[in-house]
């Protein structure tokens, strides 16, 4: 099944540059080895979304992906 | 001081113009940085006299590691704070922890009141009282511009000064260092006004030979390769904090228009990718910081009619954009940095003084406060009207802005609008709506700062609710920095500043400390920290949080009011055990 990804500008220097990419994956697949095996480090994940009815929803590491989902990636809130 | 067995110690009377210097063995124990400037403040601290009283001290401490390991770059200010009556804590980076190391002093102890407006020149060999009556009044970049010509030792000085609102006595005023990085939180700029003291120019010129140089050469390289080699501090350098703005504007943690929203509709607009496009033009960094996390923008606005245009320079992080952009909805790069610049040129807390008008723009849309009293109309968005606004808070233009220059809980108790004055224990909160951690953890914090406890950081962390975690965690991670400010390092460095390395580092200069030491040193400040503000009358369990905390949806969902006052009472209960144990 296929899903997609879309990453924020700090993402983009692990994915060859790309905002966006679409993703083969099998199905039962938890959505943080999705989005490392799109090259970014799972260290660096700070927050996965969903879009669903229109809406972002937060979803946790284990998250399993359907056909079609649409991703989005932000990186760890930093500071002291 | 680097090899002795003494903290060096200089007292500077500012009523006589005299001063002292003690070489104090008793403070070692303390390690140095917050450790040391907390039981100096406490030997000095008046509880029975206001904070801004001439016989209050203002203390300065650089740490045990200070300017000789990369990224170790702070000075802690302590004081009474004017803004919640209690402990004053504050941090800033820029040369001062360096000058200070190389004039040979750990802390800096200030009393008594200047007869007229003064600076204070320290060096290895003299300290002088110099007339700033033609200085009063100037602002923070002018004093600043002034002082660096009149003064000797470029390049080898750190220049700390005050704006109108320390002059004026704003409980929220700040000390500008160097230019881009203040003693900003908690009114450090008001009891600089309250003893008629303008400045301090430091100049450190002497030379320290490191001994043992190969060990440590070794451990010095470990922590520049951990720093500079890994992702875990670039982003600091890249696009920087405002990196912030974005996934907390995703996921509802973004405090926006006095909190009335967890979401802002012009967030990407002020992300810190739009900083990056349209305005950065530089980094710097702080002296001994190879990471250079300072990032300034450029404002090209017109200053008079006819296209009269000036380019300015101005310095912008997460806490910044958060207080004077999405908290009072002011939507574009540009019209940030333009309010961070009056607020500079005032010399003013940034996150205090957003904050403080988000309360006055929803008070005024209310209709507590009119317009005859805020002289400008205040609206969300309308960045005209804060400029103004930010002057009248500096200047105490009138009866109202001399309450608003009190900070927002003040304002709230003469004006109402308690509910939505977002202070935690009186001091204004910063830019993190993200969950229990983060209301409990100012709440809670010994200065009520995001930084005492890092909450924000473990609601973004912590997978499943758990009030006993929220509790404990909070608690060992204040003890903590504690021990980690008594150095005094950069808390954006502390995932390099483990214990392993830390000790590493505290070796190899000579400080043969333990691990069980170095948690012994962190409790021993946290409970002198306790006592103080015991001392000054601080009751954790009579704190009111404000409704629109949980009115408001967070980024781990709504917040319930009960819950957040059960873990007060649990944090309240462990401190009195931790208090207790120190007596059996």
Known sequence: ??????????????????????????????????????????????????????????????????DGDRLKVYPAIIGG | MIYEKYIRVLYIDMTENKIRIENRADLCEYLGGVGVATKLLEENIKPELDPLHEDQPIIFAI???????????????????????????????????????????????????????SYITISRNDVGFKDARALWGATSDEVGRIIREREPGGGKRSIIRIGPGGENMSSFASVCVDTYRHFGRLGLGAVFGSKNLKAISIVGDRSVPIKNFKDYFKVYQEIYNRVTDTEIMSKYHDVGTPINIEPLNAVGGLPTKNLRQNVFEHGESISGEAFAQKNLVRKMACTGCPVGCIHIGQLRREFDKGHEYEVISVGYDYELIFALGSFLGVKTPNDILDLIDVVEQMGLDAMSTGVVLGWATEAFMKKLITEEQTIVPLAFGNVASYKKAIEYMAYKENDFYSVLAQGADKASDVYGGKEFAMTLAKNEMAGYHTGYAAVVGAAVGARHSHLCNGGYSLDQSMKEFNKEKIVDTLFAEEKERCMLNSLVICLFARKVYDRKTILAALNSIGNNLTDEELTAIGERIYRAKLRIKKALGFDQMSVKLPKRFFETPSMSGQLDEKIAYELIGMYNKKIEEFMAAENR
């Not at chain 1, 879309?6 to 679409?22: D, H, I, Q, Y």
């Not at chain 1, 970014?40 to 009815?53: A, M, N, Q």
Request: hydrophobic fraction near 45%; avoid cysteine; glycine fraction near 10%.
């Open chain 1, 1 to 66: 099944m296929k899903v997609y990804i879309e990453v924020t500008t700090w993402f983009k220097r692990f994915t060859g540059g790309n905002a966006s990419l679409e993703l083969e994956i099998s199905e039962g697949t938890p959505v943080v080895e999705a989005v490392s095996s799109a090259g970014i480090p799972k260290e660096e994940i700070g927050f996965i979304t969903v879009i669903k009815d229109n809406e972002n929803k937060i979803v946790d590491d284990q998250y399993i992906l359907t």
């Open chain 2, 63 to 117: 740490g045990a590691a200070s300017t000789v390991f990369p990224v170790v770059t702070k000075t802690v200010a302590m004081f009474r704070s004017p803004l919640t009556g209690e402990l004053g804590e504050s941090y800033a980076g820029g040369r001062m922890a360096m000058t200070l190391f190389l004039a040979g002093y750990d802390a800096v102890v200030i009393l008594g009141k200047a007869k007229r407006p």
